[in-house]
């Protein structure tokens, strides 16, 4: 039988070239109908089209929020309850901390709407609508039209478009390009400012697993965080204000509490922020040589002096709390995906699609004139870059990454004003900093930013060519004869900018002479005068032939390959990436489980490490495997589970949603087998790992007894299994057969790579399913 299988699957292989993975992709939702539609509805969607995306109904879109601008969020009430990951209201949580409110430590729940916390700065945007507007922001460019003009041509465009959209101001609106410049879509928003902090559980079950388990499979972490969404009473968006209401979303998701089983259709719905699937070999390089490596040798510097003070002193661990994670998270993130394109030959891979563009380009005398030389042109341009490069790396991660150099940076707008004399516009940059002021001092501690200072100059000076480097700051480094400790020293015992008190001093009785003379100041303006006016220009050119050697590169991938669906980069707009529930292998002779257990986090846990404890109310819970309504069929309380679905950074706290439209979980991390993921889609290892809903359900309920929330909540039991149904259906489909096999024939066409076959286990005997894909 498996022959007939592998046979029938070959036919199908080579009569379909071209075809666009399911799992692989993260969609536009207003093409979704047109693209994927047909697609999807083989792989287990029950909703129309419609039900996913409407502008005049209301559709699955209207329950997913861009989450602050950096995750996701969903509605899942009628009263605005919304639903993130924990890391993504880390911030928010940690700002309402303090050693004696522990929030971070402790978890946080408000047990009714008047006890929830309002958290400035923080906003949802909810999308309205999203147009195509290629031909208007191209209307009259043509091949002929100059780089600049065309920029300039397209800035004020994309400008004009989103003025016009945002319905004087109603609205938050911008227009974002894609495929590299060769197509533009606006998009149109609802922006709520009201947004308050309902819920989230210890960082014991929110961040359980700490750094050590971050971007990794197996996994037990209970990521997730709850927000409410106010409004004003008439409907509009408004400040936070007592006479707020909670927001009435137009839709809510409902939340599943049926078992999951390999081959469910998922889908995630959210904001991922950025990959670079188009980048080419040498762009990679750089990523690799200088990209990556500076950042994590910065990041490890960093990283270690903030702990040391951390551990000494719970102020200072509360206050470093959320900048420790998310540079935490960064610094993993880079190591591993360095590892896995040594690992996974990425560059290679890279490579061979070049050549087969080259000698596509070079077969046509016509295409040759247009994209003979592109890349060329790619890898000219990059080898100019890779000597400044690094410049500007450092900029970000050494010098702006040090928090009296950022606050300094801040600084900027206002010394110009005070240059200009312009007492207007000198109030306003007053204003505009304060607040900034404010949150830099809330969570600062002198002493520890000033190790950072000492080290992070000291790379920045031993780095960077001397000759990119400005002479103000190298004459200061001189004067102390290269010791950098004795350079702090001078510079946080002379400069305000590390007093709040002689901050807001200065704010008070602002002077031009006072910033000029102050050594920080100093600092960070001459680098970055020296970035704008010596470095940049230099790379200014060669950006320039990057772009338009990228956008010639993405234009003539898709002409090369005219019946591939190609699916954008992401750039923070709404996307939906579909798959199914999968396992995977992540070596040779090692299959991991599509899902964990709280049996898991008991076996991890470690009460002498920070990252492994588990909190008592949770371990007694578990002795008496009280786990109501929330197990599994098989009495398991499933924790975390894995699909293939498509995401990046910002996704974070996307729902997973089923067929028939029901959140199934939260997707919160990508696993260290892809971290290459950003770069190119492995179908045989990029997974997303998602928090079981039925875990967070558990945890609001069982462990923090806040039934007011799940009141709330519109919970369904299809009673289990659930996947059941949804197999028959796919079964019918003329493009999917199942197959009955023995168990050891599964895991044989399992192992055989092929993606075509899907395992679906029920109850004891396999099934597997032929899916041919078109
Ligand atoms: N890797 C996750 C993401 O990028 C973030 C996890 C945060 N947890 C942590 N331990 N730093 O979405």
Same mark, same amino acid.
Not at 319 to 326: D, I
Not at 366 to 382: C, P
């Given at each position: ?12 292989? +080579? ?5 666009? &993975? ?45 989450? #602050? ?52 700065? +923080? ?71 009201? *947004? ?22 197996? &996994? ?82 960093? +990283? ?31 190591? #591993? ?5 040594? &690992? ?69 707008? +206002? ?21 900034? *002021? ?112 990228? &956008? ?12 591939? *669906? ?209």
């Amino acid at each position: 039988m498996l022959k007939k299988i592998l046979s029938l699957l070959l036919i199908a292989s +080579l009569s379909v070239p071209f075809a666009a &993975r399911a799992d692989e992709g993260m969609w536009l939702p207003m093409l979704i109908k047109r693209l994927n539609y047909t697609d999807m509805q083989k792989e287990g969607l029950q909703l129309t089209a419609e039900e996913i995306y409407s502008v005049n109904h209301a559709s699955l879109k209207d329950a997913i929020v861009s989450f #602050g601008g950096f995750c996701t969020g969903e509605f899942i009430s009628p009263e605005g309850l919304l639903i993130t990951n924990h890391h993504c209201g880390y911030s928010s949580v940690q700002s309402h901390s303090s050693p004696d409110h522990d929030y971070l430590t402790d978890g946080f729940w408000a047990t009714s709407k008047d006890k929830e916390l309002p958290n400035e700065g +923080l906003f949802v945007d909810i999308l309205v609508r999203m147009d195509d507007v290629t031909d208007k922001v191209l209307e009259g460019i043509t091949p002929a039209t100059s780089e600049e003009e065309r920029a300039q041509k397209i800035a004020q465009r994309m400008k004009a478009i989103a003025q016009e959209a945002s319905e004087n101001g109603q609205y938050v609106s911008y227009v974002r390009d894609f495929f590299n410049g060769n197509e533009y879509y606006v998009f149109v928003y609802n922006r709520y400012t009201d *947004v308050r902090l309902v819920g989230a559980p210890p960082s014991s079950v929110g961040k359980y697993g700490g750094d050590t388990d971050n971007w990794m499979w197996p &996994r037990h972490t209970g990521d997730f965080s709850m927000f409410r969404v106010y409004m004003a009473p008439d409907g509009k968006p408004a400040p936070y204000s007592k006479t707020n209401v909670p927001y009435k979303p137009k839709h809510f998701l409902p939340i599943s509490l049926s078992d999951k089983e390999p081959g469910d259709f998922s889908m995630v719905f959210g904001f991922p922020g950025r990959t670079k699937r188009f980048m080419t070999s040498h762009g990679l390089k750089l990523e690799v040589n200088q990209l990556n490596k500076s950042r994590i040798k910065l990041r490890d510097k960093k +990283l270690g002096l903030w702990k040391e003070d951390m551990d000494k002193d719970a102020a200072t661990r509360i206050k470093y709390a959320s900048k420790y994670a998310s540079t935490s998270n960064y610094y993993k993130y880079s190591i #591993g995906q360095n590892e896995g394109i040594k &690992r996974m030959h990425t560059i290679e891979g890279k490579i061979a699609d070049e050549d087969k563009f080259q000698a596509w380009a070079n077969a046509d005398a016509q295409r040759k004139a247009t994209y003979g030389d592109v890349l060329s042109n790619i890898a000219d341009a990059y080898a100019n870059i890779e000597k400044y490069n690094l410049g500007s790396i450092y900029l970000n991660e050494a010098v702006l990454g040090t928090e009296s150099m950022m606050l300094g940076y801040r600084f900027i707008p +206002l010394y110009n004003t005070l240059k200009a004399n312009n007492a207007a516009a000198t109030q306003k940059a007053i204003e505009d900093l304060k607040p900034r *002021v404010d949150a830099h001092f809330k969570d600062y501690n002198m002493p520890t930013d000033k190790k950072v200072f000492a080290a992070m100059m000291k790379y920045y000076y031993e780095d960077i060519p001397k000759d990119q480097q400005p002479e103000e700051f190298k004459n200061m480094v001189q004067k102390y004869n290269g010791n950098f400790e004795k350079l702090a020293d001078y510079v946080y015992s002379n400069s305000f900018l590390v007093s709040e008190q002689k901050v807001n001093d200065f704010l008070q009785n602002p002077s031009q002479k006072k910033l000029e003379n102050d050594p920080a100041f100093q600092i960070v303006n001459s680098i970055l005068m020296n970035y704008v006016n010596n470095i940049a220009p230099k790379m200014a050119e060669s950006n320039a032939k990057l772009d338009k050697a990228n &956008r010639l590169y993405v234009a003539g991938l898709r002409l090369m390959n005219p019946d591939k *669906v190609y699916y954008p980069d992401a750039n923070s707009t709404l996307r939906l990436s579909y798959g199914t529930v999968k396992d995977y292998s992540p070596q040779d002779g090692v299959l991991y489980n599509y899902y964990t257990t709280l049996d898991g986090v008991m076996a991890k846990e470690d009460p002498t490490n920070p990252e492994f404890v588990v909190p008592a109310k949770l371990k007694q819970l578990y002795q008496a495997k009280d786990y109501g309504r929330y197990a599994n069929s098989k009495g398991e309380l499933v924790t975390d589970f894995i699909t293939d679905n498509d995401i990046t950074g910002g996704n974070s706290g996307s729902p997973v949603i089923n067929g028939r439209g029901e959140l199934m979980g939260l997707a919160f991390d990508g696993n260290w087998e892809a971290m290459t993921g950003d770069l190119v889609y492995d179908p045989e290892y990029k997974r997303c790992i998602n928090v079981d809903i039925r875990y967070v359900l558990f945890i609001i309920d069982k462990y923090a007894g806040a039934t007011n929330l799940i009141q709330e909540m519109t919970l369904v039991d299809n009673g289990n299994p659930g996947a059941g149904d949804a197999a028959e259906a796919k079964a019918e489909t003329p493009q999917a057969e199942l197959l009955n096999a023995t168990v050891q024939e599964a895991k044989e066409m399992l192992r055989s790579g092929k993606e075509e076959f899907k395992i679906e286990k029920k109850k004891g005997d396999v099934k597997v399913k032929l899916q041919v894909k078109d």
